[in-house]
């Protein structure tokens, strides 16, 4: 009997810890980032022309342009009125343009069915981490 004061001791020390340590992941988890915005793509001319990453774009590429997010983030665009999404990298700076505040190459423009109208009205998600 006289261990059983030092044992409980012990397993609440043992329950605290690890208890504030699945705390401490928790609220590291990274947020989710949702917008609605104005998106167009790549014009034919910029194919093979290096982008500001220092890639090349390609055309049958899934990537995308855009001013403030970090290169490689990946991007889930959706568009409004079709519901068709596809994914795109971060790999070039743009568009320099209030209106748009993404350029997505040709095959992604494709993937969500805006090649031929030019630009659209899209929800983008990212996780900002």
């Keep these: 009997m006289r261990y059983c004061k030092p044992v409980r001791l012990l397993l609440c020390l043992c329950l605290f810890v690890f208890t504030a340590r699945a705390q401490d992941i928790v609220s590291k988890a990274p947020d989710t980032i949702k917008k609605i915005i104005f998106t167009t793509y790549y014009a034919k001319k910029f194919e093979g022309r290096k982008t500001t990453s220092g890639e090349r774009y ?10 403030t997010l970090p290169f490689g983030t990946l991007i889930t665009v959706r568009n409004l009125h079709t ?13 320099f343009s209030k209106k748009f505040a993404l350029d997505i190459s040709v095959a992604a423009a494709k993937e969500i069915g805006i090649y031929r109208l030019g630009y659209a009205r899209v929800e983008i998600s990212y996780v900002q981490e």
Excluded: E, S
Excluded at 58 to 67: L, N, P, Q, S, V
Excluded at 83 to 95: E, L
């Design 58 to 67: 390609r055309a049958k590429k899934f990537t995308a342009a855009h001013r």
């Design 83 to 95: 519901g068709k999404t596809v994914q795109v990298r971060v790999n070039d700076r743009g568009p």
